[in-house]
């Protein structure tokens, strides 16, 4: 009987930057959880786990370079966990096997994808109606992975009508990590974040938990321990806004005094974020729509009216995209006001996506 088939303890979890303290996880955002943007994490406050942008599988796929660059090359010290996305039992498990021979920390199972081009193909959040395929896939890759696997997922489809069925899969077959966004799928990033029902997987399910949705800032994130019980919190849109949020973290758990960053702090992480993105032959226009997704979430923290993002994104040079940022975060005075610890209400940022 192989090891991965013999009913043993869940797998020990590597620990956290400061051993004893939550846990901090980079949740999985497509186009944004890349080698660049987790190397600049680390120089800003390095998450205690990272999770890769998902791999796409099916019947003709391979393991997509430039996602396995963030897992070999990214050289930040931290873990990071291998995301899976799809619904074919045998190139699922293909897959599986292949990401074992890379130094990962675990194989994650995406269970919880809003994304209807997604759902619409039954993978992602479109997992979570069909509680039968959900066995069979956890049973699947349960014995494909010689090491930890773990799970990502929402509360459900529509309703939470299926979740206690999968929680009782969650432990059926011996997954060792659970994160919960407290959403489901047809919320997508709407709607209040049910931390009751996260705080019940929390319950129910043997391994351990991290709580996911609307983890804003790092005080939000102590508030979201409190309520859920959980061993610690996924972050993802919130870290695009503010990359000092897992610093800030630790440092509200150890009791010190918080790193409070000012406008002139932001400025230099747009330059930082313009330095990441560059790719050999990438013209500027594109880098530039690149960044506008970035700084959709930053300008959230910016003025309360939501003026920086209403000019940013009329900017098409780049030098008058960097004028506006100079004129909204370091001239004048400007920079020595703080940002917003928490977004201000009524600032959207578009697209939505990740958390």
Same mark, same amino acid.
């Given at each position: 009987m192989s090891p991965a088939s013999t009913p043993? &303890?869940?797998?020990?979890?590597? /620990?956290?930057?400061?051993?004893?303290?939550?846990?901090? &996880?980079?949740?999985?955002?497509?186009?944004?959880?890349?080698?660049?943007?987790?190397?600049?994490?680390?120089?800003?406050?390095?998450?205690?786990?990272?999770?890769?942008?998902?791999?796409?599988v099916h019947s003709h796929s391979t393991l997509e370079r430039h996602i396995l660059e963030s897992v070999t090359d990214h050289g930040t010290g931290r873990p990071v966990f291998?995301?899976?996305?799809?619904?074919?039992?045998?190139? *699922?498990?293909? &897959?599986?096997?292949?990401?074992?021979?890379y130094p990962i920390a675990g194989v994650d199972l995406n269970m919880g %994808?809003?994304?209807?081009?997604?759902?619409?193909?039954?993978?992602?959040?479109?997992?979570?109606?069909?509680?039968?395929?959900?066995?069979?896939?956890?049973?699947?890759?349960?014995?494909?992975?010689?090491?930890?696997?773990?799970?990502?997922?929402?509360?459900?489809? /529509?309703e939470p009508d299926n979740y206690d069925a999968i929680l009782g899969l969650i432990e059926k077959h011996r997954v060792d990590l659970l994160s919960v966004h407290g959403r489901t799928v047809k919320q *997508?990033?709407?709607?209040?974040v049910d931390y009751n029902l996260i705080r019940h997987a929390r319950e129910r399910?043997?391994?351990?938990?991290? &709580?996911?949705?609307?983890?804003?800032?790092?005080?939000?994130?102590?508030?979201?321990?409190q309520q859920t019980g959980c061993f610690g919190v996924m972050i993802g849109r919130?870290?695009?806004?503010?990359?000092?949020?897992?610093?800030?973290?630790?440092?509200?758990?150890?009791?010190?005094?918080?790193?409070l960053p000012l406008l002139r702090d932001v400025r230099q992480y747009v330059d930082d974020l313009w330095e990441a993105l560059a790719r050999p032959g990438l013209e500027d226009r594109f880098r530039l729509n690149r960044m506008k997704k970035f700084l959709n979430f930053i300008g959230q923290g910016v003025d309360p009216d939501g003026a920086f993002l209403k000019d940013m994104r009329r900017a098409t040079e780049v030098a008058a995209?960097?004028?506006? %940022?100079?004129?909204?975060?370091?001239?004048?005075?400007?920079g020595a006001q703080r940002f917003a610890t928490e977004p201000f209400p009524g600032v959207e940022a578009r697209p939505n996506r990740g958390d």
């Open positions: 043993t &303890a869940l797998r020990p979890l590597p /620990e956290p930057v400061v051993p004893g303290q939550a846990v901090s &996880a980079l949740a999985p955002m497509q186009d944004v959880t890349d080698l660049p943007f987790m190397r600049l994490l680390a120089k800003y406050g390095v998450p205690d786990y990272y999770f890769t942008e998902f791999f796409r291998a995301q899976l996305i799809g619904e074919e039992l045998d190139h *699922m498990e293909r &897959a599986a096997r292949e990401l074992q021979r %994808c809003p994304a209807p081009k997604i759902y619409k193909k039954c993978v992602g959040g479109g997992l979570l109606r069909d509680v039968a395929k959900v066995d069979a896939l956890l049973g699947r890759l349960r014995e494909s992975c010689e090491g930890r696997f773990s799970v990502k997922m929402r509360l459900g489809f /529509e *997508m990033y709407r709607g209040e399910v043997p391994c351990p938990v991290l &709580a996911n949705g609307n983890v804003t800032s790092a005080l939000r994130g102590q508030e979201v321990l919130s870290a695009i806004r503010n990359p000092w949020i897992f610093r800030q973290f630790r440092e509200l758990q150890s009791g010190q005094a918080l790193f995209f960097f004028g506006v %940022c100079d004129r909204y975060l370091i001239q004048g005075a400007l």
